[in-house]
T-cell receptor, first 114, second 113 residues
Framework: AQTVTQSQPEMSVQEAETVTLSCTYDTSESDYYLFWYKQPPSRQMILVIR??????QNATENRFSVNFQKAAKSFSLKISDSQLGDAAMYFCAYRGNTGNQFYFGTGTSLTVIP | DTEVTQTPKHLVMGMTNKKSLKCEQH?????MYWYKQKAKKPPELMFV???????INESVPSRFSPECPNSSLLNLHLHALQPEDSALYLC????????????FGPGTRLTVT
């Protein structure tokens, strides 16, 4: 089975600053998809951003961008101009090109300091 | 409409009770999932349904029984649960066969007394 590793259990950032959350994964597949999900306290898990492995260009969604390094099997999330509403658990997830199973990392709890 | 709904939001049940959790989506997704999530932990996959057929069962105890009556509806029947089964139960859906993200419901907070 694929493994997804998030080595930072907790991170903090000053409001309006930039923070990067790291994620690495292990796979033998050449085609796959990567996601970052956000889960605010007692709230719904929502998709932040997705990256297709065949695309060299890093995905961007407003203040959220990724640094995808396929050879290094690294998929970090950068949050720019951090806002109080960004405080949440962030999960990195992997899905291969067959089957329906998603593999989640252990999560990073992000605190935004006003 | 990108919404997955779950009922009830909260459930308290005794170890001898029988209850059911319900999940619904109207996005035309053909893959539906049940996850169990403990506080500050990632979701743990329990079951996957693909085109209304059970495709993955992650060695879940038989006191959890999933059911997919149609392509929009997913149930999780609970019977004789243990206190350690207390958790947030998440439902999710995605397009099957293609590489699409999952959409999650808000979850049911289950407490077993």
């Amino acid at each position: 089975a694929q493994t997804v590793t998030q080595s930072q259990p907790e991170m903090s950032v000053q409001e309006a600053e930039t923070v990067t959350l790291s994620c690495t994964y292990d796979t033998s597949e050449s085609d796959y998809y990567l996601f970052w999900y956000k889960q605010p306290p007692s709230r719904q898990m929502i998709l932040v951003i997705r990256q297709e492995a065949y695309k060299q260009q890093n995905a961007t969604e407003n203040r959220f961008s990724v640094n995808f390094q396929k050879a290094a099997k690294s998929f970090s999330l950068k949050i720019s101009d951090s806002q109080l509403g960004d405080a949440a658990m962030y999960f990195c997830a992997y899905r291969g090109n067959t089957g329906n199973q998603f593999y989640f990392g252990t999560g990073t709890s992000l605190t935004v300091i006003p | 409409d990108t919404e997955v709904t779950q009922t009830p939001k909260h459930l308290v049940m005794g170890m001898t009770n029988k209850k059911s959790l319900k999940c619904e989506q109207h996005m035309g997704h053909r893959a539906m999932y049940w996850y169990k999530q403990k506080a500050k932990k990632p979701p743990e996959l329990m079951f996957v349904y693909s085109y209304e057929k059970l495709s993955i069962n992650e060695s879940v105890p038989s006191r959890f029984s999933p059911e997919c009556p149609n392509s929009s509806l997913l149930n999780l029947h609970l019977h004789a649960l243990q206190p350690e089964d207390s958790a947030l139960y998440l439902c999710a859906s995605s397009r099957d066969g293609l590489i699409y993200e999952q959409y999650f419901g808000p979850g049911t907070r289950l407490t077993v007394t």
